[in-house]
Nanobody, 113 residues
Framework: VQLVESGGGLVQPGGSLRLSCTASRFTFSFSSYVMSWYRQAPGKERELVAVIRSAGSTTNYADSVKGRFIISRDNAKKTVYLQMNSLQPEDTAVYYC?????WGQGTQVTVSS
């Protein structure tokens, strides 16, 4: 199983970014897997940001991002997305995609003026 994230970068407070995570080499159909986004800020533990169930109809969010972030998936493209709006400096972290017991390499998101 391989997960590759993209879409991170530097953004000003109040801005938006969309992260993507593309999967390959899954044993079973990508659509059958629960996919998640985590983040880890410097000096802090990794925390769960958002989860999307296999059918894509059920999502869960950390309280800190609820109402600002949206997780979605395109099973045909084997890709899960994290749309991040109204970004704040405290959202600065390395963001990781996870699913089927695998982790991506992470993508850096920096929110700063």
């Amino acid at each position: 199983v391989q997960l590759v994230e993209s879409g991170g970068g530097l953004v000003q407070p109040g801005g938006s970014l969309r992260l993507s995570c593309t999967a390959s080499r899954f044993t079973f159909s990508f659509s059958s897997y629960v996919m998640s986004w985590y983040r880890q800020a410097p000096g802090k533990e990794r925390e769960l940001v958002a989860v999307i169930r296999s059918a894509g109809s059920t999502t869960n969010y950390a309280d800190s991002v609820k109402g600002r972030f949206i997780i979605s998936r395109d099973n045909a493209k084997k890709t899960v997305y994290l749309q991040m709006n109204s970004l704040q400096p405290e959202d600065t972290a390395v963001y990781y995609c996870s699913g089927a017991g695998a982790w991506g390499q992470g993508t850096q998101v920096t929110v700063s003026s």
